[in-house]
């Protein structure tokens, strides 16, 4: 069951703050987060393995509900370099085989 | 040190031909996988080996076909290739962990089918 990601695209001015949601029909056992570069392969950026778990890495941090069975993920003062598409990914039931949402483009201009 | 290599970079071929991706990781890990991307940024999970094993096994035509031959390679063999099957592959490699683990991905291959 494919992870919901919304929103599908957001475009920000640099310094502005953007959330990316994910959620699930399913029991989320854990939610993976890798951000793509235009022509580049995804580059993971973190993963929540608990439910109530945070995370953060520079102005990036993610928290993840699993009551709710979603995640989301935190862009705080926009960079131009975090434009890119980020993907959410669940692996199904547990094991290794990551399913991936459709992921959300962002953009950030000058 | 590149980390998970994969060659060709880029591969244009016909309809009907066979072909292979040649995928590689230094890293140690124990788990490989392939990954297809679609024209619509769709990443979706091919195959998955892990200490040769193969684990995951999704519905992909059986035209295509992975080989580990150690736990450092997977390779991916495609027959009789299709329109369709145009879309960037990546590879990438794990240390296998139950709720999934950082997954390092190939730069990819974009294989266009003319």
């Known amino acids: 069951q494919q992870p919901v990601q919304s929103p599908q695209a957001v475009i920000l001015r640099e310094g502005e703050d953007a959330v990316i949601n994910c959620s699930s029909s399913?029991?989320?056992?854990?939610v993976h987060w890798y951000r793509q570069k235009h022509g580049e392969a995804p580059v993971f950026l973190m993963i929540?393995?608990?439910?109530?778990e945070q995370k953060g890495h520079e102005k990036i941090s993610a928290s993840f509900n699993e009551k709710k069975q979603q995640s989301s993920l935190y862009l705080t003062a926009s960079q131009l370099s975090y434009s890119g598409t980020y993907f959410c990914?669940?692996?199904?039931?547990?094991?290794?085989?990551?399913?991936f949402g459709k992921g959300t483009k962002l953009t950030v201009n000058p | 040190d590149t980390a998970v290599s994969q060659t060709p970079k880029y591969l244009v071929t016909q309809m009907g031909n066979d072909k292979s991706i040649k995928c590689e990781q230094n890293?140690?890990?124990?788990?490989m996988y392939w990954y297809k991307q679609d024209s619509k940024k769709f990443l979706k999970i091919m195959f998955s080996?892990?200490?040769?094993?193969?684990?995951i096994n999704e519905t992909v035509p059986n035209r295509f076909s992975p080989k580990s031959p150690d736990k450092a390679h997977l390779n991916l063999h495609i027959n009789s290739l299709e329109l369709g099957d145009s879309a960037v592959y990546f590879c990438?490699?794990?240390?296998?962990?139950?709720?999934?683990?950082?997954?390092?991905f190939g730069p990819g291959t974009r294989l266009t089918v003319l």
């Open positions: 990438a490699s794990s240390h296998r962990r139950t709720g999934g683990n950082e997954q390092f």
């Open positions: 399913k029991a989320l056992y854990s």
């Open positions: 929540l393995l608990k439910g109530g």
């Open positions: 990914g669940t692996p199904l039931g547990g094991s290794e085989k990551l399913v």
């Open positions: 890293l140690g890990h124990d788990t």
């Open positions: 080996y892990n200490n040769k094993e193969l684990i």
